[in-house]
């Protein structure tokens, strides 16, 4: 697997130690990992929803399920009412809650994270679409001429929930790169899908209710540059454009994406967080209830509405409504007849073979097209062997292709449609292990090689190492740097220490380490002092001696402990003291604080590797692997 971490792994070892909330680095995590890290969890819900729904269609009562699903319920309000069955509202309500989960990811990618370089979005928008064409032409392939050639859809999407599940359960320490081309791709084809859904499925529209529906969308893209306390009216508007499409006759799912790629995704600043701090400080002192309010909102605000929602969403999403989903569509009632029929069914063969062949030629296609110089495309984000694995895992579908079989099919054929989709469910993620084994056996110079010829690192350090400048600790050439912005007085980053210690000590010369400053005056009254003392250290030599007692004794942080520190590792006390109240070094702690607001750096400690951020824990184990495949990285990039 090392291909594969090269590209940006970061493992889920457990380090509950180091997994506080203080600072917004860790609270949020990375949207991707947090997205992420309850995939494998949400996958396994997820099928036991399936399992569930499978048991109760073929228990002794294999007719109270449809009848229970089947039952009407009605919402309404004057004289307007809106009516559907249990099923509907599952998959047409509950599940917009799904697609805007994965539109706030998507909408968090491009501004945030590694699609924030637009040119990075060809490829996996062009294996998106090599992914969808390629089983649709099989699956019309086999269905031609005949009764199920209208259910075409149903082989074309990726299933986003199952497909990431899968990837956590088969590689619980995949490369980051290869998850976000996966979530990149299943954005794609869901929006295609359900625009296909819109087109190609959908017998009568309104053209009144359509247009309203813009109209909302038009509101809901206006209000991300309206003022903070306008921003609650997008609830509104959110609710309008799902009424305006349910009532176009529109599958109103697609809302939920489109509400999410309209939901603003910035990092917070560091004055927003100094701000919530004065307030809910102002609260302590007189708790009132016009400073609560005060201090509540500036503290949502400093995080974007894209995060927050998440936060809230995402578990319920994972946990209940994509379960319930399952739960509703994939009971069948499976008999020798219905297997027999299916083993020879064009519609079910159309739809396995689409997913399992289809989806992963079409993707590895439509990718190797994309990234043709002679066409000046970019390079690929992954090497061969991993897009070979991730195209693979996009094999799996489910939620797409159940909702378009149910709407194409009914009786019979819906039954063979819906093995069809369970059949890739099990098989797809077979294949991905297959797969991934070969991948494990390859030659390391060829994974070398092939990991050599993908996309370069975005940068997200704005200012790289000076060896003239910074602190360094380490051989100067290494072809690692661990780079940490930190606060003398910040408790996460004395535990971090000893993490760094062992660190440099199992890895040697391969890594130096950085310390830069970002002392959080606003909770730590005593961090810009201890800065500067550790720069006046610096001045006669002995920066890293003064770094790692003050790491050690963070409740001793005043002036006259500072002096004793200094006489301890035998400086001049006198000119210590003399520097810090001339405040002579006040302007090197605040180049570091500058760097830190233009790395987007705003909470203690944060990591970059390479010049790449490191989210989530920072333990031992965590950093190490992330180091390691850092370093393959750049051997790779180094024998090119």
């Not at 919402?75 to 799904?98: C, K, P, Q, Y």
């Amino acid at each position: 697997m090392a291909a594969i971490e090269a590209n940006g792994e970061v493992p889920g070892a457990d380090a509950t130690a180091y997994a506080g909330r203080t600072a917004w680095a860790r609270n949020m995590a990375t949207p991707v990992r947090d997205f992420l890290g309850t995939e494998t969890g949400g996958a396994i819900v997820l099928l036991a929803g399936t399992l569930l729904a499978l048991l109760w269609a073929n228990s002794p009562w294999p007719h109270s399920y449809e009848s229970f699903w089947g039952t009407r319920l009605a919402v309404t309000l004057g004289g307007g009412e809106i009516s559907a069955d249990l099923r509907h509202w599952v998959n047409e309500g509950l599940m917009t809650f799904f697609f805007l989960v994965v539109g706030l990811e998507a909408k968090r990618e491009l501004d945030l994270g590694e699609l924030r370089e637009r040119r990075r979005l060809t490829i996996p928008v062009f294996a998106a679409i090599g992914g969808m064409a390629l089983p649709i032409a099989i699956y019309l392939a086999i269905n031609a001429g005949g009764p199920g050639a209208h259910g075409w859809g149903a082989a074309m999407s990726t299933d986003t929930a199952f497909a990431l599940g899968a990837l956590a359960l088969l590689t619980p320490r995949s490369a980051t790169r290869l998850r976000v081309f996966l979530l990149t791709l299943a954005v794609v084809d869901d929006l295609c899908a359900l625009l296909v859904i819109a087109i190609a499925y959908t017998t009568h529209v309104s053209i009144l209710a359509l247009v309203i529906a813009l109209a909302f969308i038009g509101v809901l893209f206006a209000l991300r540059y309206a003022p903070q306390w306008l921003r609650p009216v997008s609830f509104i508007g959110a609710l309008g454009l799902w009424v305006a499409l349910f009532e176009s006759g529109i599958d109103p799912v697609i809302s939920g994406i489109i509400i999410g790629l309209a939901t603003s995704a910035y990092p917070p600043s560091r004055e927003d967080l100094e701000r919530a701090t004065a307030l809910t400080r102002s609260f302590r002192e007189q708790p009132t209830p016009e400073l609560a309010r005060s201090a509540q909102q500036e503290i949502q605000s400093a995080i974007s509405p894209n995060e927050r929602l998440q936060y809230r969403l995402h578990p319920w999403t994972s946990y209940l409504i994509v379960p319930l989903f399952a739960l509703a569509n994939a009971g069948v009632h499976v008999t020798g007849s219905l297997i027999h029929d299916a083993l020879r069914s064009p519609i079910t063969l159309g739809i396995l073979f689409g997913y399992l062949l289809g989806k992963p030629l079409g993707i590895a296609g439509a990718s190797w097209i994309a990234s043709r110089p002679a066409l000046r495309g970019p390079r690929s984000p992954l090497s061969s062997p991993v897009l070979a694995a991730g195209g693979a895992v996009a094999g799996i579908g489910f939620t797409v292709s159940l909702l378009i079989s149910s709407l194409a099919f009914s009786g019979q054929r819906l039954e063979e449609a819906r093995l069809g989709a369970l059949g890739s469910v099990v098989l797809a993620p077979l294949l991905a292990w297959a797969v991934l084994r070969v991948v494990r056996h390859l030659p390391q110079r060829m994974r070398a090689r092939q990991l050599a010829g993908t996309a370069a690192d975005i940068l997200d350090l704005s200012e790289e190492v000076h060896p003239q400048r910074d602190h360094i600790r380490g051989p100067e050439d290494a072809s690692i740097t661990l780079l940490e912005y930190g606060d003398f007085e910040c408790s996460y980053c004395g535990q971090a220490e000893g993490v760094i210690r062992e660190l440099l000590a199992s890895l040697g010369d391969e890594v130096r380490y950085v310390w830069r400053h970002l002392p959080l005056n606003d909770v730590h009254p005593h961090a810009q002092i201890a800065a500067e003392a550790s720069e006046a250290a610096a001045a006669q030599g002995s920066f890293w001696e003064m770094h790692d007692i003050l790491l050690e004794h963070q409740g001793e942080l005043r002036a006259s402990d500072l002096s004793g520190y200094a006489a301890r590792l035998g400086l001049d006390a006198e000119r210590l003291l003399e520097e810090l109240r001339r405040r002579a070094h006040a302007g090197r702690i605040s180049e570091d604080v500058a760097s830190a607001d233009e790395s987007g750096v705003s909470g203690t400690p944060t990591f970059f590797i390479n010049g790449r951020r490191h989210y989530g824990t920072y333990d031992i184990a965590t950093l190490t692997e992330t180091v390691k495949a850092a370093r393959f990285r750049a051997r790779a990039v180094a024998k090119a």
